[in-house]
């Protein structure tokens, strides 16, 4: 108990509270801007919480991140484009109610679904986590080596896109964390003789390269046209939305109840449980022919599964260190640096900046009804700022950003190169997130599997010997095998049917 | 720039390859079996396998895709100049930053961009100087990182 008053203690300090609606200020202007996505507002948020104490720099990113997967709804239904991926889903459902007449009514009941969502994985993050975590103390190397794998596996197999061009992501990834001396043997690799490669390469300016500089020189080589807004002005956006969740009660506990589900697998954010959540949604209404003319009930099911995605993220990234999407990957590297390693001891060593996370991301959500409320009624002045303004400030706030860390001309340049590396990895289709897990996990990966090679004594079975390391792997080999089975059984079925 | 899957297939094949021979080279770890080459000797291996698999499914495409394609934006001379710009001016700021310090240079990064990107002439100076000041003030004011002075020295708080 007096673990959670230090917790409140932490969290309710003026300070932290301030940072808290700054952050939460920014987390609404990101996500509202088509093109700057929620894991862009996280990346560029690493080094402003560089020298911040563990708590308010945590606060920051948690209270950011929904906001701006709330806000990223907001130009989706007003102009049709997303504000985030995570809101690319529904769009066009939400869009087709504004052409209706009904701008405040999709966007009210996206924001209170956001926050009905958020709350369902906060509860489950908060009963679950410490939990898992008195589980995973008992956890070996075998255990973590598959735990990492499967995240990894995962990663692949469910973006969307083809899983041989998530593995090139990820071998991509994996190779960059070989760089340097920190492995188990401690030697240079790929240093190429310089001295600044030797610690291999920082997460923060590759973050950044990644998800924000690699936007702006997407906007370089295609600007977005002026937007379009509709003429008329925001009505009561709260009216009605009562009986509103109280008639989608069934979708919004269901989207909530798989966000959360399919935010905590490592590897799968936000975005995928939102297109997952739509699907079903559809598959399960009794009026599948309303879907795609402006029809409420995928809006709200999405909307719920997006936000509470984003809190179960956190169950396999406090719990095991392994991010379950993008953005708690960069919180991962975040955790590293504030000295709060994550895994099951963190719970045990320092349950109050755990508890104060929880807090923190109660807070976020129950904030992100009046400063949603806001956005929503400003939405309209946020939209008008040109994006021609806004992406040369980005790019500054990226180099001062990437220099910021070890105030070295360095990091500008591995920010720029990854910048780069994904702008034409994105170009063609080759997914970004699994780079950034196999950048953020390699480590770890490699760490296990050595660990576990020697204790194994060059005998492979014994990466199957405990009960729970042989569940994790076969799961992992079977995804792997998913595709040469599936393959398998079609050409079966073609050879019955020609038989036949 | 787009490529087809038999370009970037051979590209990653190439890579793997590079990566794989290099990793053989490292020497064994004392008293450890497993040498600090496995790990990335077995992703090189697996990017030229990738690789492979990529340029099969290359091969079997019909209608095959032309080994490049250019965007829209490359193909158009304003916008590939507004790309190379991004990226001269995170150069020039890299380079320029430690001798002429932050306000100059990231005056002249800001403005360039914005006159580039098609801001309005009268508000390219007053804009970068805001921002400039602004990020200034949040970066080395709020969270005391070093930006460099440069040729402001002597006006240093």
Redesign the interface.
């Known amino acids: 108990m007096t673990h959670v008053l230090e917790a409140f203690q932490l969290v309710l300090d003026p300070g932290v509270l301030g940072t808290v609606l700054l952050a939460a200020l920014f987390g609404l202007f990101v996500g509202a801007v088509p093109g700057l996505t929620a894991t862009m507002a996280t990346a560029l948020l690493v080094p402003v919480t560089f020298l911040m104490a563990p708590v308010p720099a945590i606060a920051c990113m948690v209270t950011a991140s929904a906001m701006a997967i709330f806000a990223g709804d907001i130009p989706g239904a007003l102009l049709r484009m997303p504000g985030t991926p995570a809101s690319a889903a529904y769009c066009e459902e939400a869009n087709a109610m504004t052409r209706k007449g009904q701008a405040e009514r999709v966007l009210g009941a996206s924001l209170v679904c956001s926050v009905v969502g958020g709350l369902f994985g906060i509860i489950v993050l908060v009963t679950t986590a410490p939990l898992l975590a008195e589980f995973a103390l008992q956890f070996s190397s075998f255990e973590y080596f598959w735990l990492v794998l499967l995240g990894l596996t995962c990663a692949v197999f469910i973006a969307p896109g083809r899983p041989l061009k998530g593995m090139v992501s990820l071998l991509i990834g994996l190779l960059i964390a070989t760089v340097g001396f920190e492995n188990p043997a401690a030697y240079p690799r790929f240093t190429f003789g310089t001295e600044a490669l030797m610690s291999g390469l920082q997460l923060t300016p590759v973050m950044i390269g990644m998800f924000a500089v690699s936007e702006v020189i997407r906007h370089a080589l295609a600007p977005a046209g002026p937007a379009h807004l509709p003429a008329r002005g925001m009505g009561r956006i709260f009216r009605g939305q009562g009986t509103l969740l109280r008639q989608q009660a069934v979708p919004v506990l269901r989207g909530s109840a798989l966000g959360t589900a399919i935010g905590a697998l490592p590897g799968a954010g936000a975005d995928i449980a939102a297109w997952i959540a739509y699907g079903i949604s559809k598959r399960f209404s009794r009026t599948p022919e309303k879907f795609g003319t402006g029809h409420i009930e995928g809006v709200v099911e999405a909307g719920a599964a997006n936000n509470s995605a984003l809190a179960a993220a956190w169950i396999p990234a406090l719990v095991f260190g392994i991010p379950g999407d993008s953005i708690t990957a960069i919180v991962i590297g975040v955790l590293y640096m504030k000295g709060m390693n994550p895994g099951p001891t963190l719970f045990i060593e320092n349950p109050q900046n755990i508890y104060a996370v929880f807090i923190v991301f109660l807070l976020a959500n129950l904030l992100l009804l009046p400063l949603g409320w806001m956005a929503i009624k400003l939405a309209k002045n946020v939209l008008r700022v040109p994006r021609r303004v806004l992406m040369p400030i980005i790019l500054l706030f990226c180099v001062v950003g990437a220099f910021a860390i070890n105030n070295s001309v360095f990091d500008v340049g591995v920010m720029l190169a990854f910048g780069l590396l994904a702008f034409g990895l994105e170009a063609n289709r080759f997914p970004i997130a699994p780079t950034i897990l196999g950048l953020v996990l390699g480590g770890m990966l490699e760490q296990n599997l050595v660990t576990s090679l020697i204790k194994a004594d060059g005998n492979p079975a014994a990466f199957f010997a405990r009960p729970l390391a042989a569940g994790l792997g076969v799961a992992t080999i079977l995804i792997w095998l998913s595709p040469l089975i599936r393959r398998a059984l079609r050409r079966r079925t073609a050879a019955a049917t020609v038989l036949h | 720039?787009?490529?087809n899957d038999i370009v970037?297939g051979t590209i990653?094949l190439l890579l793997?390859a590079a990566?794989a021979a290099?990793?053989l080279g490292?020497?064994a770890?004392h008293g450890?079996?497993?040498?600090?080459g496995?790990?990335?000797g077995s992703?090189?291996l697996?990017?030229v396998l990738?690789?492979a698999?990529?340029m099969r499914?290359g091969w079997r495409q019909t209608p095959r895709a032309p080994a490049v394609e250019w965007?829209?934006?490359?193909r158009q001379p304003r916008?590939?100049a507004?790309?190379a710009?991004?990226?001269g001016?995170?150069?020039f700021?890299?380079?320029a930053?430690?001798r002429v310090g932050?306000f100059p240079s990231?005056f002249v990064?800001?403005a360039v961009?914005?006159l580039?990107?098609?801001?309005s002439r009268r508000w390219i100076a007053p804009?970068a100087a805001a921002?400039?000041f602004g990020?200034h003030f949040?970066?080395y004011s709020l969270?005391?990182?070093?930006?460099p002075w440069g040729w402001l020295e002597r006006f240093a708080w």
Do not use: K
């Open positions: 720039m787009r490529v970037s990653l793997g990566v290099h990793a490292f020497p770890a450890q079996t497993i040498g600090p496995v790990f990335p992703i090189g697996g990017l990738a690789g698999l990529l499914s965007d829209e934006g490359l916008f590939a507004n790309g710009l991004v990226i001016t995170v150069i700021y890299a380079l930053v430690e932050f990231a990064m800001l961009l914005f580039a990107f098609g801001v804009l921002v400039t990020l949040a970066f969270l005391s990182v070093p930006l």
